[in-house]
């Protein structure tokens, strides 16, 4: 301490000395090389760079081959070993925390004891028919175990017996069709529908609405066979034997159908399964096109109306009700035993902490549970966000970090109704409507390989422009060019020249929590098939025990070049949308897409022109919101342009206004009769979950109209939509405004 003292007295007692010191300090330390600082631009570009060199297909391939190996269905012990699994690689990957996140929830599973099926059966009751009770196994997988039959989650129990009406697709055209003109009533019937073009949920609840006793689904080749493809194995095409599987829940968002609007924990309050939320009163059961072809082949009634209503199959398609000739006292009798039961599932939730803003969030989530094997749906989705992982995880062990907070998250029980990730945004409801950036989607990455598909938010669509550019196109004949190209060329918008095709979000996978539900930017890209050529819905094997790991290696992406493509693109949009100063997204798209959408509800309404009149329908608050919109947008992009970004309160302002766009669409009383789809410009279709609409509220009071029985009601049900609408993307432009 004596000679502490000493010193500090020396230094103190020689202020010449001290003062040469500091100086030749501060001249060293000014004329220094200066070292880039994390986000400088040449940081950024090397990051950027070496994030997407860092992902390799070769990676996807194995964590492909090793998440398929075995069925993992939600709430069972596989799927939870690949939960722990998942955590495990990214904690070692070198994430800040990976935790597995457990709910509660109902889920839906056959009867190991009462298999389900349908039978033919004659007038003394014997069984003439029965169906397969289960999918012929493929080649390599004949002992495995933990196989579930084909079923449709959340069926009704019961075994109703009536005669057959075959009614198409199932859609509300196809039983106006048959109500309205052919004169055919469903009460008390079994009806059968053909799986394609809609949500089979919706082909559910329409049948319920018709007032059918149960509904039969089957994949027709039509619908599940390419031309000239040869059935799995040898091609990729649906076997005869193969069934789909789905839920039939009609949820609306809802999530966990016993404790709608609320995370499903140990202390949350429960309905009664009687009480549920979107669980039909019929039952239901899918059925291969072999076993489907011998129920059509008998049947009686009248003709199809038309060759829309016709299959591949070698039968009539005559509609019924009933069979005809020798077998027309036979009826059709379904067997299903499906048990509901509160299941636990988990989510694992990954933390990579952001260096600057780490109160703000971009979230990149995909399920995990499958069907069976999940060759395609959902693992190859699964595969590109642990490749994804890894590349951000390496970063960060090279001494990197994001300037906002990435939140990674493998969710549960998306095929039981978006269960795991809708309780999730529902338990963090709070925390992710002050902090959430965005929302981007990791479920299959393919559904076919000849194109891009981009389904988001307008918010999002500079961005994917601009970053698809940047990366090389898988395609062949493409090499050299970028994927924008190939994108751009072989699937052009029709009503933005010069421009690729961007769908609106609909519903079927897990953003629709975060968009529709809780306003969060959102979007989600994947290869798809050519939709002018390939009229066969999703992809064939869709949902089955034919969804293989040697499915996409053999036929869909044998060099994983198509998935690696997706991992860099959505790798990109996360980065971008973690470390860019400003966030970016384009407000003035949405002034062009309301512009766009406006238009279209207008049309559609000018079709009833004498009601208009009539009824003093008026649109022009809407479009005169729209066009205040737009300026706003534009008048906040041009300030955005001149912001200081050396102020960072400026640069945050800028960032909130933007991050909260989104959130100025939700109207928090939700649309009618659909109350946790809360966004007024989208929403699922109310007659096709999978579609998106625009302007739903509009949308749907004006669907049918003239069938209403009170027209005055109806046409003030229209008003009163189109002021919501009004209100909201006024109010919306409003938040563009400089603060004041």
């Excluded at 904690?91 to 056959?110: I, N, Q, T």
């Amino acid at each position: 301490m004596a000679r502490s003292k000493a010193t500090l007295c020396t230094w103190l007692g020689c202020p010449g000395l001290l003062g040469c010191f500091l100086l030749g300090f501060l001249a060293g330390w000014f004329t220094k090389p200066t070292e880039p600082t994390p986000n400088s631009s040449d940081v950024y570009q090397n990051v950027r760079q070496k994030l997407v060199a860092e992902m390799k297909a070769e990676n996807i391939k194995q964590f492909l081959r090793s998440f398929t190996k075995l069925p993992h269905l939600a709430g069972t012990e596989q799927n939870l070993l690949l939960a722990k699994q998942i955590q495990d690689q990214w904690k070692e990957f070198g994430l800040d925390s990976a935790e597995l996140v457990h709910y509660d929830v109902l889920l839906s599973y056959p009867n190991e004891k009462q298999p389900n099926y349908i039978s033919v059966i004659d007038d003394q009751g014997n069984e003439i028919f029965n169906t397969s009770l289960f999918e012929p196994r493929p080649q390599g997988y004949e002992n495995v175990t933990d196989i579930l039959p084909p079923y449709n989650a959340f069926s009704a129990q019961g075994m109703p017996e009536a005669d057959l009406v075959y009614v198409n697709y199932g859609r509300t055209e196809d039983y106006f069709k048959l109500e309205r003109e052919m004169g055919i009533n469903c009460t008390g019937k079994i009806v059968v529908a053909r799986y394609g073009k809609i949500f089979r949920g919706n082909k559910v609840k329409n049948a319920i609405l018709a007032g059918a006793q149960g509904i039969i689904l089957y994949s027709d080749p039509a619908d599940y066979c390419a031309p000239g493809v040869d059935a799995y194995p040898d091609g990729w095409n649906l076997p005869g034997g193969g069934a789909q599987r789905g839920n039939v829940l009609n949820l609306n968002g809802a999530g966990d159908p016993l404790t709608p609007g609320y995370p499903a924990k140990e202390y949350t309050f429960r309905y009664k399964v009687n009480e549920a939320v979107g669980i039909p009163k019929i039952p239901v059961h899918p059925i291969g096109y072999h076993d489907a072809e011998v129920l059509l082949r008998s049947m009686g009634g009248p003709a199809a109306p038309d060759s829309s209503w016709k299959g591949s199959l070698n039968v009539s398609y005559n509609i019924g009700p009933g069979f005809a000739d020798n077998s027309s006292t036979r009826k059709v009798r379904m067997y299903v035993h499906t048990n509901n039961k509160i299941t636990r599932i988990y989510n694992v939730i990954g933390i990579l902490r952001g260096a600057v803003e780490p109160d703000r969030y971009i979230i990149l989530g995909g399920h995990r549970d499958s069907w069976v094997f999940g060759g395609i749906d959902p693992t190859t989705g699964a595969a590109v966000l642990q490749e994804v992982v890894r590349s951000f995880g390496k970063m960060k062990m090279e001494g990197w970090r994001p300037r906002r907070t990435i939140v990674f998250a493998s969710w549960d029980a998306e095929e039981f109704g978006l269960l795991g990730s809708t309780e999730w945004a529902e338990e963090n409801a709070r925390v992710l409507q002050e902090r959430a950036v965005a929302y981007i989607n990791t479920d299959s990455s393919i559904e076919g390989n000849y194109t891009l598909r981009v389904d988001c938010t307008p918010l999002l669509y500079q961005l994917v422009y601009n970053l698809t550019k940047e990366i090389l196109s898988p395609d062949e004949g493409y090499e050299n060019k970028s994927l924008y190209e190939s994108w751009l060329e072989k699937d052009p918008a029709t009503e933005k020249n010069g421009y690729p095709r961007i769908n609106k979000l609909g519903s079927g996978s897990d953003f629709e929590a975060y968009f529709q539900r809780l306003g969060i930017a959102s979007g989600r890209v994947r290869y798809t098939k050519n939709r002018k050529v390939d009229k066969f819905s999703n992809y064939p094997v869709y949902h089955t025990v034919y969804e293989t790991f040697e499915l996409v290696e053999k036929f869909y992406d044998p060099t994983f070049k198509k998935q690696l493509t997706i991992a860099q693109l959505r790798g990109k949009l996360v980065y971008e949308l973690a470390d860019s100063q400003v966030i970016p997204f384009d407000c003035r798209d949405y002034g062009e897409a309301l512009k766009g959408y406006s238009n279209r509800i207008y049309k559609l309404a000018k079709k009833h022109e004498e009601q208009l009149k009539t009824y003093k329908v008026l649109f022009d608050p809407l479009f005169s919101a729209v066009v205040n919109f737009s300026k706003a947008a534009a008048e906040f992009h041009r300030r955005l342009e001149q912001v200081d970004k050396k102020d960072p309160v400026a640069v945050r302002i800028m960032n909130d206004q933007l991050m909260f766009i989104e959130r100025a669409f939700i109207d928090p009383l939700g649309l009618p009769g659909r109350k946790f789809y809360r966004h007024v410009i989208f929403a699922p279709s109310s007659h096709n979950k999978y579609a998106g609409e625009s302007f739903p509220g509009i949308y749907d009071a004006m669907f049918d109209i003239e069938s209403k029985a009170d027209q005055h009601e109806a046409w003030e049900e229209v008003k009163r939509q189109i002021s919501i609408a009004a209100f909201t993307v006024q109010a919306a432009a409003g938040t563009l405004k400089e603060v004041a």
